[in-house]
């Protein structure tokens, strides 16, 4: 198996864009990190990595910026 590292920047939604951008070079992981938020900063906000998690094409790790 190939480990392949690429950075992109691209202007959008950027759950949308993660996902996009996933699909169409099929990857197999997405490493996403989170802030950890709750309550109703998180339903302000909105949380990306969460949407991504729900709707992305492959495997999603998810990991906190800050131990809990």
Same mark, same amino acid.
């Given at each position: 198996m190939e %480990?392949?590292?690429e950075r992109l920047i691209v202007t959008g939604?950027?759950?949308a864009?993660?996902?996009k951008c996933a699909a169409a070079k099929q990857v197999?992981?997405?490493i996403i990190g989170t802030h950890? =938020? =709750?309550g109703v900063t998180r339903f302000l906000m909105g949380s990306v990595a969460e949407?991504? %998690?729900r709707e992305a094409p492959c495997a999603v790790l998810?990991?906190?910026?800050t131990p809990q």
């Open positions: %480990l392949v590292q939604a950027p759950a864009e993660i996902m197999q992981l997405i950890g =938020r =709750r949407r991504v %998690l998810v990991v906190p910026a």
